[in-house]
């Protein structure tokens, strides 16, 4: 191999300073709009890439309160809907677009008292409730080409995937093999549906697989499963568990439709 030839597995240096030339040229920006909501902070945002119908409709999270906004021409954002929860001790951390199978637009905002809210931005109500988390909901992430699975990272060290449709939660991944310690982050790989990738406060990163071979999600109906290896990150090998709810399988089959 050729000296000085990346495989991919190298620790890359370098700067994020721009060049000297680019740092000369003025760069022409500004704010078009400020919005304040409430005394408490915001802690995320999210514009609705699931839908082409609602490319310019974003959403925010904080405190117990859901906002949807879209933007308008000349840097005019407009209130659309707003959702404060029950539960005046809520802080919501975590806000993602997703949709059912009829293709309604549905907003899952989770937080610290570790329940998803699922509202249904059609009819502007809360449809269903996503429990099962035992902490607090630090981040939701929709599977882009399947926008009816979700999947969650919490403080209680598992991450969940959920069928939005039915508000079922599908797979748990903790446990032996899992985090031991909070799970800040989760994703799903943009063109893989069954592959999946989380990191905490254990200082790992963990890349999850829900495909055995070539087989659909076809496990036996144990809830754990001797982890095999996946990758190698950083000189490390990276292990998967998997568990399953078996009152949601059938016959070793998960159903994530």
């Known amino acids: 191999m050729a000296k000085g030839v990346a495989v991919g597995c190298e620790p890359v240096v370098g700067s994020t300073a721009a060049a000297t030339s680019n740092r000369k040229k ?33 959403a925010t999270v904080g405190g117990n309160r859901v906002t949807v906004y879209q933007c308008l021409e000349g840097g005019v954002i407009a209130v659309l809907q707003s959702y404060v929860d029950d539960d005046k001790d809520e802080s919501f951390y975590t806000v993602s677009w997703a949709s059912n199978l009829d293709g309604v637009p549905i907003i899952l905002a989770g937080g610290s008292n570790g329940i998803i809210r699922s509202i249904d931005a059609g009819s502007e109500k809360i449809c269903k409730n996503f429990v099962g988390h035992g902490d607090s909901v630090n981040e939701i992430r929709t599977q882009p080409l399947k926008p009816s699975l979700v999947v969650s990272a919490s403080k209680d060290e598992s991450v969940r995937l959920w069928n939005v449709h039915t508000g079922i939660c599908v797979l748990i991944f903790a446990g032996a093999g899992g985090h031991r310690n909070e799970v800040l982050s989760v994703d799903f790989h943009p063109s893989d549906i069954y592959r999946i990738a989380s990191c905490g406060m254990d200082n790992t990163v963990k890349i999850w697989s829900m495909k055995d071979d070539l087989m659909l999600g076809v496990f036996s109906k144990v809830f754990h499963h001797t982890p095999r290896i996946l990758t190698n990150i950083m000189g490390r090998h990276v292990k998967m568990d998997m568990w399953i709810i078996n009152k949601y399988t059938v016959d070793g089959y998960i159903d994530i439709n």
């Open 26 to 58: 003025n760069k022409e920006y500004k704010v078009t709009n400020r919005l304040q909501e409430g005394k408490r902070p915001i802690y995320a945002c999210v514009f609705n890439f699931i839908d082409s119908r609602f490319f310019n409709v974003f």
